[in-house]
């Protein structure tokens, strides 16, 4: 039996308990990441859903943003979910600023609407029939580089992709009883 990855989870805003919960469930062992010297032994990293821009600042201003830069760009797995999906956008087509931009994917924020506008949906991701997606205030991948793999798509927009260490998701996996999606990155993360 392999021993439980230790996954970091961006612990400075957003949905970050509920991604630790759903790691425990999945067997692994999250570990929350204030500060930068948390990043150090992680098997893979998740940044939640939230807001991003707050996440970016808070990201700088706790300075976890350039190591955490390195490491992925080192080839630490990470998870990028709604909010996170937008972190590591090389570009974000409705706002001029950058955060991570590692993943060669442009995003567009709030792209199905504001919180109202909010829906549940169930689709294919990465081959996986019948996956439960769950949109808040969701971005959507509006364009992708020629290494990007397009996982998921919804309402003939695509809402998952990886690249190799990175994945991203315009929805949230860590809201539903579903495991197959953090399951694939643990699977990711496990090379």
Request: proline letters at 5%; glycine letters at 10%; a neutral charge.
């Amino acid at each position: 039996m392999s021993r439980p990855l230790t996954v970091g989870v961006l612990a400075v805003q957003g949905a970050f308990a509920e991604h630790c919960a759903a790691l425990r469930r999945a067997g692994a062992k999250p570990r929350e990441i204030r500060e930068a010297r948390s990043l150090e032994g992680l098997d893979a990293v998740i940044l939640p859903g939230g807001e991003s821009t707050a996440q970016g600042r808070l990201m700088r201003e706790f300075g976890i943003f350039e190591p955490l830069r390195a490491a992925i760009a080192g080839g630490l797995p990470v998870f990028g979910t709604c909010a996170g999906m937008i972190l590591l956008a090389k570009n974000i087509e409705n706002d001029e600023r950058r955060h991570l931009a590692v993943m060669d994917i442009a995003v567009r924020r709030n792209g199905y609407g504001r919180q109202l506008a909010s829906f549940v949906a169930r689709g294919a991701f990465a081959g996986m029939e019948d996956v439960e997606m769950v949109f808040i205030r969701a971005p959507y991948i509006a364009s992708a580089g020629p290494n990007v793999e397009i996982l998921a798509e919804t309402g003939g927009r695509a809402v998952a992709a990886r690249e190799g260490n990175m994945l991203a998701a315009a929805f949230h996996p860590e809201m539903t009883d579903d495991p197959r999606v953090l399951e694939y990155f643990l699977s990711m993360a496990r090379g």
